[in-house]
């Protein structure tokens, strides 16, 4: 089977040239904040599949722009998810010293600054959109900064983990409390990862709808896979969809998921092939 790397083997490549210059391009101006730099670095490369980022930029080349356009706004996507995962490693949260067969931040760098080294991320993801795009658009620029701030704010992922917590707390649940959950959660990167990229390529108001529908349904097919996967009988987890739904129900859920991001696709006037191939892979997706 088609691995997710190889089907973005040269988005990857452009991706991790343009996140090493831009790492390069900063400098601790200050000796106490060479720790903060190690600790983002850290972090940023520590492997990763970077879905998000070669999704923005094969959303690109579907429109017929070129991907080298939107890599400030890839990097800028892969930061925050960076900086998600720092902080959800972190003992008040998630408590796990291994991401990746790697140890995690705040047990390299200490607690306080993985903490401050995924603030700084943050921040640094808008900065970048904001200083680096093309500003002969500036509107477009506008609006991609908008959609990546809701979707990793209180109305996406941040929100969608204080609905996990409740979940894994023994907060009452059913499959429309997990649905917003993971949506909020995991599903909002996605998708501004892809409608932001339309939105820097000009895509018109219905190429970008079918185009954030489709990633809408992408992200939800990733998340049933993931569930599918990490699935134990005896030890359902309360926040996967078979927790409710059951193994069965969730395989027809993710074919489902899969066929509605195919239809998107489909009313495209555009060669998407590569972008059908990706909700594919979670047909028959393993670890």
């Known amino acids: 089977m088609t691995s997710l790397s190889d089907l973005f083997f040269n988005e990857i490549r452009l991706f991790e040239e343009f996140l090493l210059n831009t790492l390069n391009e900063r400098s601790a101006e200050h000796p106490e904040w060479r720790k903060l730099y190690e600790s983002m670095r850290y972090s940023l490369k520590n492997g990763g599949k970077r879905f998000r980022p070669a999704l923005s930029m094969i959303t690109a080349q579907v429109l017929g722009k070129d991907p080298k356009r939107i890599l400030p706004f890839a990097v800028a996507v892969e930061m925050i998810h960076t900086y998600s995962l720092i902080h959800d490693d972190l003992p008040l949260l998630d408590n796990d010293r291994e991401r990746r067969g790697q140890p995690t931040n705040h047990v390299v760098f200490g607690e306080p600054m993985a903490l401050l080294a995924g ?91 079918l185009l954030r529908e489709y990633a809408q349904w992408t992200g939800l097919a990733f998340q049933l896979s993931d569930d599918i996967l990490d699935y134990e009988p005896q030890y359902p987890e309360r926040s996967g969809y078979p927790s409710i739904l059951g193994l069965e129900a969730t395989r027809i859920a993710l074919r489902e998921a899969v066929q509605a991001a195919r239809d998107c696709l489909s009313r495209l006037q555009r060669d998407t092939k590569v972008l059908e191939q990706i909700v594919e892979f979670n047909l028959n997706r393993e670890r």
């Open 119 to 209: 603030d700084a991320l943050q921040s640094w993801a808008f900065e970048l959109i904001a200083t680096s795009n093309d500003h002969s658009h500036p509107v477009a620029t506008l609006k991609a900064l908008g959609v990546l701030a809701k979707a990793s704010g209180v109305d996406g992922m941040v929100g969608g983990q204080v609905i996990d917590i409740a979940i894994l707390n023994g907060a009452e649940r059913t499959i429309d409390d997990l649905k917003r959950m993971h949506q909020m959660k995991t599903g909002a990167l996605i998708t501004a990862a892809v409608e932001g990229a339309a939105i820097l390529c000009e895509a018109d108001f219905e190429e970008q709808r």
